[in-house]
């Protein structure tokens, strides 16, 4: 990891217009994403530039609404699923630093109102189509039309995974090798597979305990299995676009499990150990073992919390939806 000598600031700035003009409003939508093949570990912290590129699909309706309007009161506003924020609140924070980053000192108070219709910080990645809907809706507020790798970068500022939120379907994240990271970008692989389901298990909504910036910083300097993770990662990828290219629907399943659980093993073996899993998140993938013995085709899926996503075919949903009841199924190519 290093800290890089380019700033986002610098960087953003290559991009926008001397002076900017604003709309009266604008509204964007970018989907929440899932990782197949995890991002763990950044190279740059500044930048979050990763250790190895990544692989998702996208969770088509579920994700982050961002509405940029002209705030009346001459401050800024920062609205969160139809609630004011303190100014003050982490969140507020984060999103008003990242505004900054396009208005440059203007005077310009915005009121900037985010809806996200999955669990916010509880493992469903809503930081990443947070970011994402936030990209796209500054690029239409201040008309800056922008090319899509460049506003999947500027996601990636906000946050690593947001990069892939700026598409649908399934995205691939080249971890690039350019210092200023504009070559660290997203883009869509043309494979659809429309009988592909994702089933979200909510093991708890509550905010985790070490968000995953913190988390890849302690893993990356404590855990001596981390130095395995990047080549790891990086067959998984290879094995990924080639199940998903033929539909091997066990390869990219088992694959996407397995990576799972290495990134899994090298925050456990980190000082102090760092396990995002419940025991209901285990008692989740011992069910999801059994059944896979029974010879339904389900795997699993986690990120940096307690929840899980299966994943599994449009054939196993309803044997799937009586073993878990309360389970939410989306199918990222259908719906
Ligand atoms: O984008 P971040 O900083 O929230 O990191 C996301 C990390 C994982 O969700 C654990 C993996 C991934 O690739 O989404």
Redesign the pocket.
């Known amino acids: 990891m290093s800290n890089s000598s380019i700033d986002k600031a610098s960087v953003v700035n290559r991009y926008l217009p001397a002076q900017l003009v604003a709309k009266e409003n604008a509204d964007a939508f970018a989907p929440s994403n899932i990782?197949l093949c995890?991002?763990?570990g950044k190279r740059d912290v500044e930048l979050n530039l990763p250790v190895n590129s990544?692989l998702?699909v996208s969770l088509a309706h579920l994700g982050s609404h961002t509405n940029i309007s002209h705030s009346d009161t001459g401050l800024d506003r920062v609205r969160l699923n139809n609630k004011d924020l303190s100014l003050d609140s982490n969140f507020s924070r984060k999103v008003i630093a990242f505004v900054d980053l396009f208005r440059r000192g203007q005077k310009i108070a915005l009121t900037i109102d985010t809806r996200n219709n999955i669990p916010t910080a509880a493992g469903l990645?809503s930081?990443?189509s947070g970011f994402a809907a936030l990209v796209l809706a500054l690029d239409e507020f201040f008309s800056l039309k922008l090319e899509k790798s460049v506003l999947s970068a500027f996601a990636r500022m906000g946050?690593?995974?947001?990069s892939r939120s700026i598409y649908t379907g399934f995205v691939r994240w080249d971890m690039g090798t350019q210092a200023d990271g504009m070559d660290s970008v997203a883009c869509q692989l043309d494979s659809k597979w429309p009988d592909l389901c994702i089933g979200l298990i909510k093991v708890s909504s509550a905010q985790k305990p070490v968000d995953?910036?913190s988390g890849m910083t302690r893993t990356i300097e404590t855990s001596k299995l981390y130095p395995s993770w990047p080549e790891q990662a990086g067959s998984d990828l290879i094995t990924l676009e080639q199940a998903i290219a033929e539909k091997n629907f066990s390869q990219m399943g088992a694959c996407a499990e397995k990576n799972a659980m290495s990134?899994h093993a090298t925050m456990i073996s980190a000082w102090p150990p760092l396990v995002y899993w419940l025991p209901e998140s285990l008692a989740v993938m011992h069910k999801v073992w059994q059944l896979r013995e029974a010879g339904v085709a389900v795997f699993f899926t986690m990120?940096?919390g307690p929840n899980l996503k299966l994943l599994f075919e449009a054939c196993s949903h309803s044997v799937l939806q009586a073993e878990f009841a309360s389970m939410e199924v989306v199918r990222p190519f259908s719906d």
């Open positions: 990782a995890k991002y763990w990544s998702s990645a930081s990443a946050s690593g995974s947001a995953s910036r990134m990120d940096a």
